[in-house]
């Protein structure tokens, strides 16, 4: 089995810069999931991990340089995630190889992926020049936690400060910018923003916000940070319907959206906001 430790994070790297899918590092998803109980053959949640690509280039057939903005959608289903420095390399080794055309390039993103991911992977590529509204910057929906008056004493997850009115039902979507975690392999910070979607016992807010700081030293993927905020609201506060997502700072040339909902009518946006 690939381990984080084995990938190319934390190591010096050649930048490749002709194609070569070899410079993928895929990593299995369910050890993780088996830390936070989680069952690949019944998940809890449908979902994807939205990967936005801001330096994607390559050369066509005349050997002129293209760019492209690339959406990268990896569904949550997939036995495994891609590490994101060994995405990175990947999409550099395009850089001074010929395609005949953009959909060319987007075929084979998809074929590699996918088989990187083991699950059918969605690529789409879209010039600068028509990127029009789908560039806009977004706000996150709902109440922000962010600035209620809290002493905070805990820096590693602490899923046991979460808790909930069992007597109040509510339908309500909160969110926080304060999402911070690190790399598993190499310590750097990860700053995200969170959103939390549920239908259940009306979730304490102080609580909730303690808890999401408390991600701040700990050291794990986006994807599972963003399972595991699922899985505790879930067994801690009793949430029924649920969607948690998260829109992560792009680091190298990439930002990394992984999204989670038991909620049949749950739909993706993928607008930037405003640190992406």
């Known amino acids: ?13 050649a930048y490749i810069d002709h194609y070569d899918a070899s410079l993928l590092f895929p990593i299995e998803r369910q050890g993780k999931r088996d830390e936070i109980g989680i069952d690949s053959q019944q998940l ?22 293209l760019v492209a903005m690339g959406e990268i959608f990896i569904p949550a289903e997939s036995p495994r ?12 080794s395009f850089n001074q190889t010929r395609f005949d055309s ?25 010039p600068l020049n028509q ?13 922000c936690l962010d600035e209620l008056d809290i002493e ?55 609580s909730l916000l303690k808890y999401l700081i408390s991600f701040r030293q700990h050291n794990e993927f986006h994807e599972q940070c963003v399972e595991r905020i699922f899985q505790d609201l879930r067994r801690y506060c009793g949430c029924k ?6 829109r992560y700072v792009r680091r190298g040339g990439l930002d990394i959206n992984p999204y989670r909902s038991n909620d049949e009518g749950f739909v993706v946006d993928n607008r930037r906001l405003v640190r992406q």
């Open 81 to 92: 995630l891609i590490e994101s420095k060994s995405f990175k390399l990947y999409l550099n």
């Open 131 to 143: 990127m029009g509204h789908s560039a806009d910057i977004t706000t996150l929906p709902g109440e």
């Open 44 to 65: 809890p949640f449908r979902g994807v991990d939205v990967w936005n690509a801001y330096e994607l280039s390559w050369l066509n057939h005349r050997g002129k340089p």
């Open 152 to 206: 905070i004493e805990h820096y590693q997850t602490r899923p046991d400060l979460l808790h909930a009115d069992a007597t109040r039902d509510v339908e309500e979507v909160l969110h926080s910018h304060l999402l911070k975690s690190n790399c598993l392999v190499t310590g750097q910070p990860d700053w995200g923003s969170v959103v939390i979607d549920y239908s259940g016992p009306r979730i304490d807010r102080e």
């Open 241 to 246: 319907r649920l969607t948690v997502y998260a």
């Open 1 to 13: 089995m690939a381990t984080p430790e084995a990938s190319p994070l934390g190591k010096t790297s």
């Open 102 to 126: 953009l959909r060319a390039v987007a075929e084979l993103l998809e074929r590699d992926l996918s088989a990187a991911a083991g699950a059918p992977v969605r690529v789409t590529l879209v």
